[in-house]
């Protein structure tokens, strides 16, 4: 079974640079780049990924769950933070691999690895993803053109295989 990778979403939203930045301008914006260097970055590393946004503070809220291609999201609802979700996930997910939580939490970190969790700093995990697209770059690279893979396809089969990676 896979590795299990669950991230405070706002956790790492806000310890960003570059999303943090983005954040000024839309909120939403920066949330769902979040959400789409993950799928990347899933694809990348291979392990199931679960995003945890906070909601507590929303007035009505409830909880929600989606998925965007292989990873879930999970929207807390009203009155219950990311951190009481995460620390739920890492008591129940049944699973052979391990689970790493990302978080800056110090408490949420010794919470996690008390139930058995890794922790991974949001410092670790950034770095990590900026690695993996660098990597992806340089793999989708024609060694012989220098053209990136991308550019060489019609936007029509881009689009199918868009579609089938985010099965």
Known sequence: ???????????????????????ESSFAHARDKLIEELVNYQAFWGGRIIIVFDSHKVLGAVEKKEWVGPVQIIYSQE???????????????KTKGRIYVATSD????????GNGALRLPI???ITDIENARKE????????????????RIKSAIRKVLEGWRRL
Do not use: C, F
Not at 82 to 92: C, M, S
Not at 146 to 151: D, K, L, R, S, Y
């Open 136 to 151: 992806m770059a340089r793999k989708s690279s024609d060694t012989s053109t220098g053209i990136p893979i991308e550019t």
């Open 79 to 93: 009155g219950v933070t990311a951190d009481a979700v995460i620390e739920k996930l890492v008591r129940n997910i």
């Open 1 to 23: 079974m896979p590795d299990i990778l669950i991230v405070d979403g706002y956790n790492l939203l806000h310890g960003w640079p570059e999303l943090k930045k983005l954040k």
């Open 106 to 113: 110090w408490d949420e970190q010794r919470m996690i690895m």
């Open 123 to 125: 410092g670790d995990l």
